[in-house]
């Protein structure tokens, strides 16, 4: 059971925008503004996509886009493109000892 | 081209002691702060614990499940992150996961050791 959830799968056609929702508590994504999230293809290593709810890294396309209200944070991935479909996850900081919190992972499918 | 690989996991009786080790490339590895994460079969990720930078007084943390079992440590003159495990259980059984931190993110992450703890 992961600390925080996520919805199993998500699925778009080419070219429209899905949402990806990371939910979590007040100890964690609604404390703190410290969530990533990561992009997954099989056989490789996590790719970080989003750091700190809304920032990207340099490199990651900017249709990737993050926001965050109260216990729930988002990623939204708009022009969908086959190359996005991937296992996407988010992780926060979180005031308990753990430090941090993972999501369960979203598998999107675009069709 | 940033590199983190995974190494020395396999098969280990309850009870038993295991090593992995991270060799990091492509970046500063003394300057980093380092993590293991890991996830069991069918599980979620874990964060498992992490290790500050010397530079920054080399602080470690773990996670409860683990602490006081585990130990994190770090060879920045071989950019080496090890794990050291003892007194393995059937509950550590995952895919190990070495991972470069920033700020509160990771930035980079291995492909991943797998450990099985089973009679």
């Known amino acids: 059971q992961s600390a925080l959830t996520q919805p199993a799968s998500v699925s778009g056609s080419p070219g429209q925008s899905i949402t990806i929702s990371c939910t979590g508590t007040?100890?964690?994504?609604?404390?703190?503004?410290?969530v990533s999230w990561y992009q997954r293809h099989p056989g490789k290593a996590p790719k970080l996509m989003i750091f700190d709810v809304s920032d990207r890294p340099s490199g990651v396309s900017n249709r990737f886009s993050g926001s965050k209200s109260g216990n729930t944070a988002s990623l939204t991935i708009s022009g969908l493109q086959a190359e996005d479909e991937a296992d996407y996850f988010c992780?926060?900081?979180?005031?308990?000892?753990?430090?941090?919190?993972f999501g369960s992972g979203t598998k999107v499918a675009v069709l | 081209e940033v590199l983190l690989v995974e190494s020395g996991g396999g098969l280990v009786k309850p009870g038993g002691s295991l090593r992995l080790s991270c060799a990091a490339s492509g970046f500063t590895f003394s300057y980093a702060w380092m993590s293991w994460v890991r996830q069991a079969p069918g599980k979620g990720l874990e964060w498992v614990g992490r290790i500050k930078s010397k530079t920054e007084g080399g602080t470690i943390e773990y996670a409860p499940p683990v602490k006081g079992r585990f130990t994190i440590s770090r060879d920045d003159s071989s950019n080496t992150l090890y794990l050291q495990m003892n007194t393995l259980k059937t509950e550590d059984s995952a895919e190990y996961y070495c991972?470069?931190?920033?700020?509160?993110?990771?930035?980079?992450w291995g492909q991943g050791t797998l450990v099985t703890v089973s009679s």
């Open positions: 992780s926060s900081y979180t005031s308990t000892s753990t430090l941090y919190v």
């Open positions: 007040s100890s964690d994504v609604g404390r703190y503004n410290h």
């Open positions: 991972t470069c931190n920033s700020g509160y993110h990771t930035v980079y």
